[in-house]
Structures are given as C-alpha cells and as structure tokens.
Antibody, heavy 116, light 109 residues
Framework: QVQLVQSGAEMKNPGASVKVSCKAS????????IYWVRQAPGQGLEYMGW????????HYAQNFQGRVTMTRDTSINTAYMELSNLRSDDTAVYYC?????????WGQGTTVTVSS | QSALTQPRSVSGSPGQSVTISCTGT?????????VSWYHQHPGKAPKVMIY???KRPSGVPDRFSGSKSGNTASLTISGLQAEDEADYYC?????????FGGGTKVTVL
C-alpha cells in the first residue's frame, strides 16, 4: 500500500537546523510531488512548499523563503525538508504528503521542538 | 491570518446535516477547480475527504460532499455521526502553491 514514513522527533536549540525525511513506498516516487505542511501546537495547517521528485524542482512558501530547503534522493525514494535558523515558533508537527487526488496520502508527522 | 476563511466551529446532532464554508478569492478558490477538504482527529495526520471540489476518494462515505460557487467552496456532512467530530480544513490550489483555511471544529452534540 502507498505509504509515507517520516523520521523521528527532534529537539533543537534556537538557531540550529533540522532535516526531516519522508520515505515513500508502494508507488513510483518520481510520479507525484511531495508537499510539506506544518502545524504548530493548537494551530491550523500551514503550507511550506513542495518538491517534484522527478526534476528536483521546488516551490517554497514566502514565509519560509531563505530558511527552507527541500531535496530528494530518488535512489532511496526519500524526500527531505531542512529548516534552518530555528526559532521557538518553529515548534510544530511537520508533515509530508503526496500530491495525488488532493494531498491524498500523508506521513505520520514529525514533531520538532525548538527550545533552549 | 489564514488565506482561506472558514467558520471557527459548527455543530449538529447525530443524523443532521452541517455545512462548512471556505471563502477565498479569484486567485485561489474562484480561479481553479482544485479545492480539497481534510479532516483531522486529535494527534492524527489529516485525511483527505474531498478533492477537486467534489470528488470523493474511495473509502470516504457518500455522506461527505463538496461544492463550489464563485469564491466560496463548501463541505456538507449529511447524516452526522459521532466519528465525524474533528477539525476540518479546506485547501485550494493558488497557482504553483496551495493555501489552507484556518480550520473548523465540527462538534456532534
């Protein structure tokens, strides 16, 4: 079955970077964009950007321009989202999702906590 | 401030119908037939309930339906059930990216 499995929870100091992985299985990885969406505690969903696993092309939300980098490794069917210069308000659950039939399949989420 | 406007909460008794609105602009909801709806239970990942305005993924009950008029999309839940109590988010394509609504809490009385 189609599945996206994300890396485990992270705790980071302010100013550090975090890299979250999203491993795809059950379909051809390069066929569909991978979106990244985050959700701060008690808040709604926030679009961060997407990557085209086939071309490597990306789009980043304006709020994250200059701080986010999305990459992929097609040899292991894995997408990555790296967020730098972390602040306390980056504390959130980060999700990857496959862009087919809406965001039809989601990863389980990765909790990133930013605290000194 | 979210790009798409949803009511903060709606409620209904079991068996009733509720409708959630999602208002955007001609640059998102009104400009494309790519509105999707997600429900999310506490501590869980979102799940798509409707995509492309009114299409239902396999496995989603036909109690869920979507529509759009102008810059406003709507999700209707008919025959409300206890398990429908959740947060619901709309999402629209906006030309190279997507925008989400702020979310609506659906309460089953």
């Amino acid at each position: 079955q189609v599945q996206l499995v994300q890396s485990g929870a992270e705790m980071k100091n302010p100013g550090a970077s975090v890299k979250v992985s999203c491993k795809a299985s059950g379909y051809t990885f390069t066929d569909y964009q991978i979106y990244w969406v985050r959700q701060a505690p008690g808040q709604g969903l926030e679009y961060m950007g997407w990557i085209n696993p086939n071309s490597g092309g990306t789009h980043y939300a304006q709020n994250f321009q200059g701080r986010v980098t999305m990459t992929r490794d097609t040899s292991i069917n894995t997408a990555y989202m790296e967020l730098s210069n972390l602040r306390s308000d980056d504390t959130a659950v980060y999700y990857c999702a496959r862009n087919k039939d809406g965001l039809g399949v989601w990863g389980q989420g990765t909790t990133v906590t930013v605290s000194s | 401030q979210s790009a798409l406007t949803q009511p903060r909460s709606v409620s209904g008794s079991p068996g009733q119908s509720v409708t959630i609105s999602c208002t955007g602009t001609s640059s998102d909801v009104g400009g494309y037939n790519f509105v999707s709806w997600y429900h999310q239970h506490p501590g869980k990942a979102p799940k798509v309930m409707i995509y492309d305005v009114s299409k239902r993924p396999s496995g989603v009950p036909d109690r869920f339906s979507g529509s759009k008029s102008g810059n406003t999309a709507s999700l209707t839940i008919s025959g409300l059930q206890a398990e429908d109590e959740a947060d619901y988010y709309c999402c629209s394509y906006a030309g190279s990216h997507v925008v989400f609504g702020g979310g609506t809490k659906v309460t089953v009385l």
